[in-house]
């Protein structure tokens, strides 16, 4: 028997063929469109992260720059400030030495005075001329005395002028020198500035997105320098097997820096509204009536070495060659007090990328 096609039926299975027929070519359209879509995204994301982890490594850049440059210019103010002790001395000195210098003139200008007014500063014509061969005699005494004493008074003139000459020229020397050290820092401070301004224009264009890729390249970055220095050190910086106990000024030089927090940073300050690392250090503990030279490398010499795990509340934390790029005081729970920014308590590891280079107690 033939069929018969319903007409109804034949319909809605049309329409259902057209519907499925759609639905398989906006299958094949929306595959299409995801292969075509899916590898501009993934290079959309590469891209990103490629520029993410050139904004960390300028970034560290920077950082290892302000690093460097940091610790220049600690070594030169201390420089510049054992220079000017120096000036001080030899200022004293050139005056001493030019004061004697004109006492040995006043002396030659009495001598010549009393020779004028005695008509000669040589009797010998007299001694020559008298009858009394005694008197003679004490007369050529008298000359020999009188001839010695006035090359004396002109040998020490010349002695104290050429001594007063020499401690000039060194007087001189060292403010040439200091002129030069004060011309030094100022260029370091100009390019301190200059990658302090990079660093803060790079971070403000870093937004959304990028900002949270940067942020992992530079966690990345700073596990990756910490496990490598870790293992080059032996997992952290040593110190002696028996360090000398803390010492009592300790807790009151943190009291005493609590007090300021706050405070900003200048360069080369050292209280008691504003200070730079190693100032804001030396003021806390002159509140206890220690005083510390006013250089984190030159604290770094004078503190006992020990390791991050002997730090006790007081110990100095150190970064940069010899401690010579920061300072700040260990205060417990690795915490540190010290200059980030202004006066403030942060993490021990605030320095991303850079931690510590030694730890030091006084002794």
Known sequence: MRSVRHPVRGTIRSRRLRVM??????GVILTATALTVGPASAQTIDQKRAEAAAVSAKLAELDAKALEVNARYEAARYELKQIEDRIGAARELARQTAAEAETRRADVRRYAVTAYQNGNDSPGLDALLTNDAEAGMQKRSYLESISGSRQDLIDALRAANQKAEEDASRLRG?????????ADMEQLKVAADAAASEQRAITNRVQGELRALVDAENARRAAAEAAARAARSGGSVSGVANPPPPGVAGPAAIRAGMTKIGSGYVWAAEGPDVF???????WAYLQTGISLPHYSGAMYNMTVRISQAQLQPG???FWGPNGSAHVAIYIGNFQILHTAKGVNVTPLDWWTGYPPSGFGRLR
């Open 21 to 26: 027929g759609a639905m398989v070519a906006a």
């Open 174 to 182: 060292a403010e040439a020198a200091a002129a030069a050290k004060k």
């Open 276 to 282: 730079d690392c190693s100032g804001f250090v030396r």
């Open 315 to 317: 110990d100095l934390v």
